[in-house]
T-cell receptor
Framework: DVKVTQSSRYLVKRTGEKVFLECVQD?????MFWYRQDPGLGLRLIYF???????EKGDIPEGYSVSREKKERFSLILESASTNQTSMYLC?????????????FGPGTRLTVT | QQQVKQSPQSLIVQKGGISIINCAYE??????FPWYQQFPGKGPALLIA?????SEKKEGRFTISFNKSAKQFSLHIMDSQPGDSATYFC???????????FGKGTRLSVIA
């Protein structure tokens, strides 16, 4: 079974802190994605990556950056956390570039910024 | 920007009833329209997907109906059970780009 793991289930940070969210997948997938999930807004794409050292902006990249130094690992970085970044963050991976419908999600990290 | 409009936002269905969730999309050049299911405390998981060259796909109690001319597709859950209580997301690929755009989700509650 595909496994996507995220470094923390719950995280509490202070405004202005630099925050790292880590995601690891164990199935050699080329594509990886970061979403945030908010009530009433669904899943919104922050960044995605098709390959090592590649990154593409999603729909809401402002205030975030990403890093993909190894194929299995995709990190989301909040350079200076703000309260409006309090959210559930979901990482996903996908095996084939042309078939993005088959995404495998991690369990999520619920981030609270105070 | 590609949008996917999903309705209703929430749905309450009696056990044994039919749950119906609808989605409408804009232009897309790709071939698959998936539905994801998310239980509380878990990430979404692919439930079922359809290609637009067929009008219907059935897997157990779950059926996707697809209307290409109307740019709409829907999820039907037959004989709904309390274990089906979850949030359901439809999705469509963006034109000229591969990431999915998700609907805002439908919270389904199946009551006994």
């Amino acid at each position: 079974d595909v496994k996507v793991t995220q470094s923390s289930r719950y995280l509490v940070k202070r405004t202005g802190e630099k925050v790292f969210l880590e995601c690891v997948q164990d199935m050699d997938h080329e594509n990886m994605f970061w979403y945030r999930q908010d009530p009433g807004l669904g899943l919104r794409l922050i960044y995605f990556s098709y390959d090592v050292k590649m990154k593409e902006k999603g729909d809401i990249p402002e205030g975030y950056s990403v890093s993909r130094e190894k194929k299995e690992r995709f990190s989301l970085i909040l350079e200076s956390a703000s309260t409006n970044q309090t959210s559930m963050y979901l990482c996903a991976s996908c095996p084939i570039r042309d078939y993005p419908y088959e995404q495998y999600f991690g369990p999520g990290t619920r981030l609270t910024v105070t | 920007q590609q949008q996917v409009k999903q309705s209703p936002q929430s749905l309450i269905v009696q056990k044994g009833g039919i749950s119906i969730i609808n989605c409408a999309y804009e232009n897309t050049a790709f071939d698959y329209f998936p539905w994801y299911q998310q239980f509380p405390g878990k990430g979404p998981a692919l439930l079922i997907a359809i290609r637009p060259d067929v009008s219907e796909k059935k897997e157990g109690r779950f059926t996707i109906s697809f209307n290409k001319s109307a740019k709409q597709f829907s999820l039907h859950i037959m004989d709904s059970q309390p274990g089906d209580s979850a949030t359901y997301f439809c999705a469509a690929p963006k034109p000229r780009d591969t990431p999915l755009v998700f609907g805002k989700g439908t919270r389904l509650s199946v009551i006994a």
